[in-house]
């Protein structure tokens, strides 16, 4: 099992950065599926980016070239820049683990942007 907590959220002027960690509860370095996913008020829950133990990446195409997902292997955490941030980013984001065929969730981080 793994605990997932995400910190770094909040309110956000259009343009601005954030920068949101996940720390896990334990190593992460055998964990080849991490990702950051978000829920907008009255949407579906959607990926925003993941990355694999080998640091391959792959971003929803409404953040690509504004976020970055990374990871520290050695800190038990993944993180997720945000750059240059649009008010329809606003929304929960979560960080999500896979090991085989379990599915770990955080609690989630609100990251509100006004315009």
């Not at 080849?32 to 133990?53: C, F, S």
Request: with cysteine; aromatic share 10%.
């Amino acid at each position: 099992q793994v605990q997932l907590v995400e910190s770094g959220g909040g309110l956000v002027q259009a343009g601005g950065s954030l920068r949101l960690s996940c720390a896990a509860s334990r190593s992460i370095f055998s964990i080849n599926y991490m990702g950051w996913y978000r829920q907008a008020p009255g949407k579906e829950r959607e990926l925003v980016a993941h990355i694999t133990g080998v640091g391959r990446t792959n971003y929803a195409d409404s953040v690509k070239g504004r976020f970055t997902i990374s990871r520290d292997n050695a800190k038990n955490t993944v993180y997720l820049q945000m750059n240059s941030l649009k008010p329809e980013d606003t929304a929960v984001y979560y960080c999500n683990a896979r090991t085989g065929l379990s599915n770990y969730w955080g609690q989630g981080t609100q990251v509100t942007v006004s315009s």
